[in-house]
């Protein structure tokens, strides 16, 4: 396959990275993940300001415009024929001597992007997926899309452990969201999930999704619930750029609701697909 680095298209295995690229000894870095429908970039603009904004936030300078790497990475879909699945990418803040702190002189950041080949899920968008609550143990700038994710890979390993899809994160008793996703909750007709500020990641699809109830009259409240109302929900999904609007079905072994996926979830999935086709076709 061909990966972009640094600007040039240049075959996988002639892609290196230094031992002390800073992405690679301290994850000081940022990325994101597109998704790739039809050939097609969904809500592209949205995640590469996303990118801009994480960089700015650890002062990362990234060269490109929004413009510049929307044309690159088309240009990467393109070099892999690739119809169904995502872009990643990832800026560090380039090579440079060990040092805690930021280097002085201006170091370019290594900018590598690659495609891969990932279809919907659709057999978990069709039955819904099982989850686990752990206790948030990350950092208090989670809205930073950063490298550093051991708090989140560590959550992923549990739930994984439990056989399950999804961890859903808490501090205190407030649930926060979930290993790599938002979480969501239904109660009488009201869609709820936490507000963005610095303990989520701002998802791109969570801010789709907003976007769609608000348009198709939906009561949306963005504000953290508790553990408690997780439990008592009618509804609970999860939201991601990989996942798209993923119902969960079950929590801790107990069945959410009626254990079935809720009317309002398949709703939401529904009228998520239909951003999907006016964005990318079919
Ligand atoms: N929260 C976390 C911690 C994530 O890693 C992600 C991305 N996988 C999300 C939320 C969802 O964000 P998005 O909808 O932009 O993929």
Known sequence: SIVLMNGEFIPREEAKVDIEDRGYQFGDGIYEVIRVYNGKMFTATQHLERLQTSGEKININITYTVQ????????????????????????TRGESPRNHAYPIETVPPTFVAYTKELERPVTSLENGVSSITVEDIRW?????????LLGNVMAKQKAVEADCYE?????ELTVTEGSSSNIWIVKDEVVQTHEANSFILNGITRRKIVDVCQRREITIKEKAFSIEELIDADEVFL??????????????????GSGEVG????????????????????
């Open 167 to 171: 961890s859903i994160q808490y501090r």
């Open 239 to 256: 939201s991601s750029t990989t996942a798209e609007v993923m119902p969960i079905v079950a929590i801790n072994n107990v069945p959410v």
């Open 68 to 91: 510049n790497l929307t044309v690159l990475l088309e240009e990467l879909i393109h070099r892999n024929s690739l119809h169904t699945g995502i872009i990643y990418m990832q800026f």
């Open 140 to 148: 208090s700038r989670c809205d930073i899309k950063s490298l550093n």
């Open 263 to 282: 009317i309002i979830t398949r709703k939401l999935q529904n009228y998520f697909k239909e951003e999907i086709f006016v964005e990318c076709g079919e």
